[in-house]
């Protein structure tokens, strides 16, 4: 008789059938929401004092994307013809939020933030 909890590729099997979920839901099959909740392609890129992130946003136009950032996490908000982004990104290192710049052009968004300097190491004594 076989354990199913020690099954080594049962996380794989979950994954590859909620990748096929996701699939079915974006090809508009019935229960799907049509290529709503699509995931978002996101490079983060540090150069050195600015970290630098790159999202693919295929079929959004500028005014449909919403951003918001609290130093440490950058929630990237985008609706476009048949299609909505909602992607939380973890960064790296904490931002100053408030030096961000963005820039979307041809389905590519491209923000920039300042780095932080890293946290201090307090001595215990």
Known sequence: MRDDRDDPF???????ERMMSEMADAAGEPGG?????DETHVSVYEEGETLRLVADLPGVDKEGIDLQCDGRTLTISAEGTGRRFDERVRLPVRVDEHSASASFNNGVLEVAFD???????????
Do not use: R, W, Y
Not at 10 to 16: A, S, V
Not at 33 to 37: L, T
Not at 115 to 125: C, G, H, M, N, Q
């Open 10 to 16: 049962g996380d794989i099997f979950d994954e590859i």
């Open 33 to 37: 929401d049509a290529g709503f909740g």
């Open 115 to 125: 780095a932080l300097e890293p946290s201090a190491d307090i001595d215990v004594e």
